[in-house]
């Protein structure tokens, strides 16, 4: 029975092939039956897919997060070369002014970087890179393209200590643009400076320019030293309070120069006995 059936399948299957090719009788039942399993091709289809778009998926994912680490580590870089050259320009741009100051004043000196700050809080001095051997001596003024900061207070054969303006240590004669009028500024150790024993009428208003007199000897005449930010007069006091702020960039400075200021040669004996006697 069992090949009995067989026998009639394959003759059932051999007719129908003859009929398909030879007459195209069954064309529009395999078209059929096509359409009947696209479906189910289609769903046969979803695990393969599936598996083919996660792993694309995943691999793409990977891709992106190497790639961002990778740009992120570039824009690093990049960030950093960038601060490099804004810091290299400025430094550029500083070292210009310095060397066009020095021109202009007609006075020598020598560049200089800071170092560090001193570590007392309530001081305001700083270190720079240059000393005794390069020349360095105490009492030279030190400037920055804007003005003066400071002088020599201590050198070491490397090394050197500038006390700022600022310090309370220091004090500076000057004189006002506008007026001409002479004065001294001290260090208020907090940022400012302060002009001291002005007369409460003194021609003194805010935004007047203070620059060095020359009387002292140490710092060269015409360089600028502060702003007048703040008059306060009080006819109960004999004094005006003027507080002025530093137009040099006294805390945030990086390149200074250190002015090269030539002691004056001490009189001949002869020469100073002569203007002895004429004083009598």
């Known amino acids: 029975m069992p090949l009995t059936v067989l026998f009639f399948y394959i003759a059932l299957a051999v007719a129908l092939f003859v009929l398909d090719f030879r007459f195209h009788a069954i064309g529009f039942l395999r078209q059929g039956i096509f359409v009947l399993t696209v479906p189910l091709q289609r769903l046969s289809q979803v695990p393969k897919n599936f598996l083919l778009e996660s792993k694309r998926y995943f691999y793409t994912l990977d891709s992106a997060r190497t790639e961002t680490e990778r740009l992120k580590a570039a824009a690093l870089v990049a960030a950093l070369d960038l601060n490099r050259v804004t810091q290299l320009k400025s430094e550029n741009d500083n070292l210009r002014a310095l060397l066009e100051l020095r021109r202009r004043e007609k006075v020598g000196g020598q560049a200089a970087n800071v170092l560090y700050t001193a570590r007392d809080p309530f001081s305001r001095r700083v270190y720079i890179d240059k000393g005794s051997q390069q020349g360095i001596r105490e009492g030279l003024p030190v400037i920055d393209s804007k003005g003066i900061i400071g002088q020599i207070t201590f050198t070491f054969p490397f ?43 003194a021609d003194v208003v805010i935004g007047d320019i203070l620059h060095t007199s020359g009387l002292d000897g140490i710092y060269p005449a015409g360089f600028q030293v502060a702003r007048v930010t703040q008059v306060a007069r009080d006819n109960a006091y004999a004094f005006a309070r003027i507080v002025a702020m530093p137009l040099a960039d006294v805390e945030g400075h990086n390149l200074v120069m250190v002015l090269d200021i030539q002691e004056k040669s001490p009189l001949p004996v002869e020469q100073k006995n002569a203007e002895n006697r004429e004083d009598y």
């Not at 090394?159 to 220091?170: I, R």
């Open 159 to 201: 090394s050197s200590e500038v006390t700022l303006l600022t310090d309370k240590s220091q004090a500076i004669p000057v004189q006002i643009e506008r007026t001409g009028q002479r004065s001294i500024t001290f260090g208020l150790g907090n940022g400012q400076v302060e002009l001291r024993y002005m007369p409460s009428n």
